[in-house]
């Protein structure tokens, strides 16, 4: 890494809120740009049942990363996607799975339960190795982005236009905190526990 010590960083912190300034958890924030998108993501990472409820709620992965879903209930779950960006059932099961689901496309892909029609869950592929969720305060912090031009962009599984991805071009180090406002449906968010 040495031979890219003068190449510049910066934080970017964005914060989240509705059209009323409340602000917003669980939105995804993320970068594009030709800098970035060197290489696919990899790894495992793990959505749970618990409480016949998904957790978390919304996961957000590189294309490529692997996703496993291990049941922590005594009851069985029947996971699926009919989403574009993967479809996948894994049918019946308790414990974890022995193969783990490969998103590999970018989009949304929303998670059910063919037994328990009120479990719900997102996971959000992105093509960037930028990417955050935001936490309670509506606050998602990206570490250490290299300066240049970018494309920022922002889900929540609220929207109202559904499947929308509010886009903004920035400059760092010249926009290293940004609010924005998302115009959303306050009866689709899920309250946290
Ligand atoms: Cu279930």
Excluded at 112 to 136: P, Q, R, W
Aim: with cysteine; net charge positive.
């Amino acid at each position: 890494m040495f031979g890219l010590m003068h190449a510049k960083a910066s934080d970017l912190q964005v914060e989240v809120t509705d059209t009323n300034g409340q602000k917003l958890a669980d939105a995804v924030v993320y970068l594009e740009g030709q800098k970035l998108n060197q290489s696919a993501g990899s790894g495992l990472i793990q959505i749970s049942q618990k409480g016949k409820k998904f957790h978390p709620l919304v996961t957000v992965v590189q294309k490529g990363t692997n996703v496993n879903f291990p049941n922590k209930d005594s009851v069985r779950h029947h996971v699926y996607s009919f989403s574009p960006t993967k479809k996948f059932e894994l049918k019946l099961y308790s414990g974890v799975p022995a193969t783990p689901v490969l998103f590999d496309k970018p989009g949304t892909a929303v998670l059910g339960c063919n037994i328990h029609d009120t479990m719900l869950a997102y996971v959000h592929v992105v093509d960037s190795s930028y990417f955050e969720k935001t936490d309670t305060l509506g606050i998602a912090n990206l570490q250490a982005v290299p300066d240049g031009d970018y494309q920022l962009k922002v889900w929540h599984y609220a929207l109202k236009k559904e499947n929308e991805i509010y886009t903004q071009t920035i400059s760092l180090p010249e926009s290293r905190k940004l609010m924005i406002k998302l115009d959303i449906n306050p009866s689709l968010l899920v309250g946290q526990p």
